[in-house]
């Protein structure tokens, strides 16, 4: 029986079961699968079978007991617990553990497992065994067990491991909780590390008032939080509780009795208790940390896919309504309208949406208004042209032409862009309003009036992994529009560089800032990069933002932005992070620089002179 649809992971494993060696593999997974797990985590050996490195026999169960489909869809392996690559001072077991570590890892990739899971990340020994492993065994994934709420820090074993393996995309950690969890803040740490799984003993479990198993809130909140980003659950230990009367959905379907079932109903709960996705969210799925290159709508005309998805985003132009609505109100105050027209240019017109937008505003006013659409791509002024013919007549006169150099006809009152990227000036809104602030009426009002950009620190090991992928350092030096989705913030995001318009004269759009962040989480954790964010003054109140503490409702235009970093690093608690950045232009280019450093650790200055990266003017 499926568990649920996953939307959000495509056909990843939802919920499993750990199983022992002991059991007839065939009727256990059988029935787990009736059940409603989607797999079992069985052991590779029997974990009390200790052999040499010369063991002449089989060590363990023929491959044919189960089909090569089931072995590398159902089933997910773990190595035996004795092993310890690392034993202090005892030769022997060091030699014996490392002849059985490669042997069960070569078994398993023998059966086409997906995963193999370690019982736990070990020492340099087995990290260098696990190098080996991952860079010959290309079709199996290694997963390290973490234990949650011991005495020692699981994250930092991870992470020794994981810097050891250099940030291998297929090395994972499965979290395994107790009845005990560390604090929320140390949890939230492990939202942007590679998590698989996490496996969930069902003496953690408490009885509600019916009989049934439950977990304690902060278990609930921990599980449902990961669930969200795609993690699978294994369900660990022999049940500790019968509810009253059976399991009555077991016998309405006619399903074999299985003590675990309530526990799999409880899991399904969770699952299925998860907030119902936003309206723009199913559209922002396939964007969740996938890197995309900024637009560059000055250097290249945009295409109508391109257009058509910005103009899905409703609460973006209900905003720019609501401020044009309100500087017109301010423009031509109420008892002055009649006889006053009110200029209103759209510079930057796309498709029209704004245009609209405006003249939705200058009916609600009851303002006249003279509407100018200026815009420089031939494509998209085809799709104006017949929204001038059929939807605007004689309302909105029709410029194709660029706002830098076009020379108006008479200064506009209001002047409206939207030329916004995630960094608020990564798509060189500053120099294209620089060009068109030339035909603004002294004292006339621009939308947006103001936009700053903000940063900081992030932990995000799948998007720093797939820059890395690209094997070289253009990659580290480009900006990537993403949709943040496995990442922990290291600190509150900072104000970076702010611009103004009507602003100085002559004007001057290069800027430098140093920032310094004080780290957040507790204990340690990885700065993988830095993430940023805008928010646009449009007029007087009236924002638009995509500033985590500010981020305007249900307005899906622009995503996040991710600075990479060359060198990830560690950074432990109230440390001092240094952030350093440029905007630089030069021929006929923008292009940032950025470094980011912690205490004695300097960063290095990434994209001089925009030698892997600029926006073309």
Avoid at 267 to 290: T, W
Wanted: charge should be neutral; hydrophobic fraction near 40%; aromatic fraction near 10%.
């Amino acid at each position: 029986m499926p568990l649920g649809s996953r939307t959000d992971c495509g056909d990843a494993r939802f919920c499993g079961v750990e199983v022992a060696f002991a059991c007839d593999i065939v009727d256990t997974l059988q029935r787990s699968l009736l059940c409603g797990f989607d797999f079992v985590l069985a052991p590779l050996v029997h974990p009390r079978f200790r052999r040499g490195p010369d063991y002449p026999g089989a060590f363990t169960r023929s491959d044919l007991l189960l089909t090569a489909s089931q072995w590398s869809g159902q089933v997910v392996g773990s190595t035996s617990p004795w092993i310890n690559p690392d034993a202090p001072q005892d030769t022997a077991l060091r030699s014996q553990s490392e002849a059985a570590l490669r042997q069960e890892l070569h078994w398993a990739a023998h059966l086409s497992l997906q995963a193999c899971i370690l019982p736990g990340a070990g020492g340099p020994n087995q990290a260098r065994i696990l190098n080996q492993a991952l860079l010959t065994l290309t079709g199996m994934a290694l997963w390290v067990r973490v234990r949650l709420g011991g005495p020692e820090d699981a994250w930092e074993e991870w992470n020794t491991l994981r810097f050891a393996c250099a940030h291998s995309t297929r090395l994972g950690a499965v979290l395994e909780v107790g009845a005990q969890l560390p604090s929320e803040a140390s949890l939230a740490r492990w939202s942007g590390e590679n998590v698989k799984a996490i496996v969930v003993p069902t003496h953690a479990f408490t009885t509600n008032k019916r009989g049934y198993p439950v977990l304690p809130k902060k278990h609930q909140a921990f599980l449902t939080s990961m669930l969200k980003l795609g993690v699978q659950v294994v369900l660990r230990g022999a049940p500790r509780h019968t509810p009253p009367g059976g399991d009555e959905s077991d016998a309405g379907l006619k399903l074999p009795s299985n003590p675990l079932r309530p526990y799999w109903e409880y899991l399904s709960f969770l699952f299925r208790k998860g907030e119902i996705a936003a309206e723009q969210q199913p559209a922002e799925l396939a964007y969740r940390d996938f890197l995309q290159s900024p637009l560059q709508p000055l250097q290249d005309n945009l295409e109508s896919q391109t257009y058509e998805v910005f103009e899905r985003d409703a609460t973006k132009y209900n905003t720019y309504e609501e401020a044009v609505y309100r500087a017109l109100l301010d423009r031509v105050p109420a008892g002055s309208e009649e006889g006053t027209a009110t200029v209103v240019m759209v510079v930057g017109a796309g498709r029209g949406p704004i245009v609209a937008a405006c003249l939705a505003a200058a009916q609600r006013a009851k303002r006249a208004v003279r509407m100018y659409a200026v815009e420089k791509n031939p494509n998209a002024i085809v799709t104006l042209s017949h929204r001038v013919e059929t939807e605007w007549q004689g309302k909105v006169t029709l410029v194709p032409a660029d706002m830098r150099e076009w020379q108006a006809s008479e200064p506009a009152d209001i002047l409206v862009s939207e030329l916004l990227g995630s960094f608020g000036d990564n798509e060189l809104s500053p120099e294209c309003l620089d060009g068109a602030m030339r035909f603004l009426k002294p004292g006339g009002i621009s939308i947006p009036s103001s936009y700053t950009s903000f940063l900081h620190p992030v932990t995000t090991h799948k998007l720093w992994t797939d820059v890395a992928a690209y094997r070289d350092t253009e990659h580290f030096e480009t900006p990537f529009v993403v949709k943040f989705h496995r990442f922990h913030t290291l600190a509150e995001p900072q104000a970076v560089f702010t611009f103004e318009h009507p602003g100085q004269q002559p004007p001057d759009n290069r800027r430098s800032i140093s920032l310094v962040f004080k780290a957040a989480p507790p204990g340690t954790t990885v700065c993988h990069g830095l993430a940023g964010y805008f928010d646009a003054k449009l007029y007087k109140d009236v924002h638009l933002s995509i500033r985590p503490s500010t981020h305007t409702p249900k307005m899906f235009s622009w995503f996040p932005i991710y600075f990479p970093i060359k060198e990830p690093f560690v950074v432990s608690q109230g440390s001092e992070i240094r952030v350093d950045m440029w905007r630089c232009d030069g021929n006929h280019k923008v292009w940032y620089e950025w470094s980011v450093s912690c205490g004695t650790l300097r960063g290095a200055i990434h994209n001089p002179n925009g030698r892997s990266y600029a926006v073309g003017l």
